[in-house]
T-cell receptor
Framework: QQQVKQSPQSLIVQKGGISIINCAYE??????FPWYQQFPGKGPALLIA?????SEKKEGRFTISFNKSAKQFSLHIMDSQPGDSATYFC???????????FGSGTKLNVKP | DTGVSQDPRHKITKRGQNVTFRCDPI?????LYWYRQTLGQGPEFLTY????????KSRLLSDRFSAERPKGSFSTLEIQRTEQGDSAMYLC????????????FGAGTRLSVL
């Protein structure tokens, strides 16, 4: 059973637009929710992360929105750039960080 | 470069052979994770070490897979009697366990089982 469900599978956005990627989880014991960016041939790199005690976290052009009651969180990329074209993964883990569950990924293509 | 290092980058083997991968984490990181990633999917957790202790292991992991982290430094992942279904990217990540526990990933070892 997939612990973290991610959508959409792929996304095409015009340069300057907003990219939105959504994730949902079931396990209420999850305590930390990171987002990763992965380019071809590279390992994932941490972008931004949030804990469930806040509803939003912003770092530069990247914002996480978190809805604890709905058990959903999303990544917003403002002013999307062609260099943002990559695959994005959401993930979740419990308070001891012993095991991370990843979503299936969203391939983002930002058109110039 | 003091990031996470994985060796080899690519491995081609025949079905039934044993393979071993190595991961060198960032030097001060006491947490080390192994993941498997297939094309078009997210990383799938395999196992977790805190220092030299293996504290978590995926129930999905066949007993053909074993991992070690002697002395809490580098780690090895061995796959015995490889099968075609083992073909994947094997990723290693490390973290210091401080603050937000940011995981730093290596570039991975791509395994192809013929």
């Amino acid at each position: 059973q997939q612990q973290v469900k991610q959508s959409p599978q792929s996304l095409i956005v015009q340069k300057g637009g907003i990219s939105i990627i959504n994730c949902a989880y079931e396990n209420t014991a999850f305590d930390y929710f990171p987002w990763y960016q992965q380019f071809p041939g590279k390992g994932p790199a941490l972008l931004i992360a949030i804990r469930p005690d806040v509803s939003e976290k912003k770092e530069g052009r990247f914002t996480i929105s978190f809805n604890k009651s709905a058990k959903q969180f999303s990544l917003h990329i403002m002013d999307s750039q062609p260099g943002d074209s990559a695959t994005y993964f959401c993930a979740a883990t419990g308070h001891n960080f012993n095991k991370f569950y990843f979503g299936s990924g969203t391939k983002l293509n930002v058109k110039p | 470069d003091t990031g996470v290092s994985q060796d080899p980058r690519h491995k081609i083997t025949k079905r039934g052979q044993n393979v071993t991968f190595r991961c060198d984490p960032i030097s001060e990181h006491n947490r080390l994770y192994w993941y498997r990633q297939t094309l078009g999917q997210g990383p799938e957790f395999l196992t977790y070490f805190q220092n030299e202790a293996q504290l978590e292991k995926s129930r999905l992991l066949s007993d053909r897979f074993s991992a070690e982290r002697p002395k809490g430094s580098f780690s090895t992942l061995e796959i015995q009697r490889t099968e075609q279904g083992d073909s994947a990217m094997y990723l290693c990540a490390s973290s210091s366990g401080q603050g937000g526990n940011s995981q730093y990933f290596g570039a991975g070892t791509r395994l192809s089982v013929l």
